[in-house]
């Protein structure tokens, strides 16, 4: 599925991860980008890129990649957002789209906007979507088919600018929902960082049991623990960004998590079966509701219009 | 794949949900018994026990079921077992072998072996395997393949019986594994019953949430959210019986935990993020032992010899 004439001419990929190399293979399989720059600060990583074949160009010199780019997608992680939009300040042309692929968004407006020159346009970007595999081997083009990506352009921003990102990602198979920052980062808190957080955090209690229990665990994960251990296998840089950067809205679900935990210990320990078995009943009722809104089919089509 | 001569003569399954009724699909599909006695509460449940031919005969009254049963296998929520117990008491033939699948030992071990005459025989059970499904349709023989079940036999337990019923699981497809009640219950109490409680929360926490991002948390779901889902989805009548009986095991876990949350919570807060950043890497490496131990495969094949 290709289209006539690509969305971009020129796009700067900076960041070959996971999430920039499947939207690098993406792109080429839907014929997005007539060019694709790619840049990366490792040189291993941006070797094991070419060798992988993902672009057209590459450089470990962010701002020779950015160098007459209609498009320059940020995918690091989001730690080194600011440092990237300062070394690309001087290389960008007028009309100019900067996105981001980062998992917070009122931060990386803090952190890309004030390093941007006049006359380009930000339009951040959050696709949700991942594996527990990190680096530019781990990307796949069908990454993002079925799977939501949010756009948080402030008030003001380009509307055509806009547009394009959209169909970038709309082109990728992507659905896609505008909403502010601020609202992205607190749904955003509830459904994806507390998830992590709650997972690492168990995984580590695990494993810091005494030896002989804790080979056991793994003998028997089977039971639920394993779950948690695949949302606990996300790359450690990206998730210590996620939670240095959303602090405010991670701590406020936190605490209400935490209240609703301590309800349910009082219920064990004082047997309060009733408690509990209702609970566990609304819990069980939330599960309906999103099987029933298609979210538990890992592959649905986009029902967004694809350009 | 049937055996010549089949391992029971009759079999008594008390209690026709997800485990019952796979374990009756089990037993018919592998030869295990002759003639496979049902009985369970719920005439409705009954009825449709015999629509889907899961055993050879179906009775409300589990005195008449387990009548002449070698074999009586107990597989109501935990919460009935005594009742259960107390009800069959006086239809046991000498040498019959009570079994069960709840998932805390030491209260079975306190609930039914004070109802059991003497010269029977109870080896207490747990196969670690289920779905987010309830009920006699929900069960299909394939279940157990690849599975852990553990029995936990108090000292002194005939160990003909406890054979008898490894040969069971085996014939299933199950591994076997043995241990006493207490470690088993202090085992599952952190790969099981805690994931359980802390996603049963985390669901009630979003369920808990205004109703416009209520609907959000549905919408992108599946960025972590979703898995949590899955795991508190239960049966609650199950889960309940789960933590009044593995009380003080799960109370400690949950303890180490809030502990460990905590720190994560105070790191947030100082923004400390070499501690985060450590103990995801920490956290991923567990994620890497379980794919070692081939633990993230859902059907691997059985590595016990079968019967």
Same mark, same amino acid.
């Given at each position: %599925? =290709? ?13 070959? !991860? ?13 014929? &997005? ?5 790619? /840049? ?11 060798? &992988?074949?993902?672009?057209?160009? @590459? #450089? ?7 160098? !007459? ?18 070394? +690309? ?7 100019? +789209?900067? #996105?981001?692929?980062?998992? *917070? ?22 696709? +949700? ?13 069908? &990454?993002?088919? !079925? ?6 352009? #402030? ?20 659905? *896609? ?9 607190? *749904? &955003? ?8 957080? +709650?997972? @690492? /955090? ?16 793994? =003998?028997?994960?089977? /039971? ?20 240095? =950067?959303?602090?405010?809205? *991670? ?6 998590? =935490? ?15 009733? %408690? ?12 309906? /509701? ?18």
């Amino acid at each position: %599925m =290709t289209n006539a004439a690509p969305l971009f001419q020129r796009v700067c990929l900076i960041g070959i !991860g996971l999430i920039g190399s499947s939207l690098a293979r993406a792109m080429k399989l839907h014929g &997005l980008a007539e060019h694709i720059a790619i /840049s990366t600060r490792s040189a291993e990583t941006l070797a094991k890129a070419e060798e &992988l074949g993902l672009g057209d160009s @590459y #450089t470990l010199d962010a701002a020779a990649a950015a160098q !007459g780019a209609d498009l320059v997608i940020i995918c690091t992680p989001m730690g080194a957002q600011a440092a990237v939009a300062k070394s +690309i300040h001087d290389s960008l042309k007028p009309g100019a +789209i900067i #996105t981001d692929v980062g998992s *917070v968004k009122a931060t990386t407006i803090r952190d890309i906007a004030p390093h941007l020159p006049g006359g380009v346009h930000l339009v951040p970007g959050h696709p +949700i979507a991942g594996t527990e595999n990190s680096g530019p081997e781990a990307g796949y083009a069908e &990454l993002f088919p !079925g799977r939501w990506t949010i756009l948080t352009p #402030t008030e003001g921003t380009d509307a055509d600018a806009v547009e394009k990102v959209k169909q970038l990602w709309l082109g990728c198979g992507a659905n *896609v929902e505008i909403m502010t920052p601020e609202h992205h980062d607190r *749904v &955003l808190a509830i459904t994806s960082h507390l998830p992590h957080l +709650i997972a @690492y /955090s168990i995984v580590d209690t695990a494993d810091q049991l005494e030896d002989e229990t804790k080979k056991e665990v793994i =003998t028997f994960s089977a /039971s639920g623990f394993r779950d948690f251990t695949r949302i606990a296998a996300g790359d450690p840089v990206m998730w210590r960004d996620v939670f240095l =950067t959303n602090r405010d809205a *991670v701590l406020e679900v936190l605490g209400r998590f =935490t209240e609703d935990l301590t309800a349910l210990q009082r219920a064990i320990r004082k047997g309060d079966g009733d %408690m509990l078995e209702e609970t566990f009943a609304r819990a069980r009722a939330v599960r309906r /509701s999103i099987i029933d809104a298609k979210q538990h089919i890992p592959d649905v089509k986009p029902n967004g219009d694809k350009s």
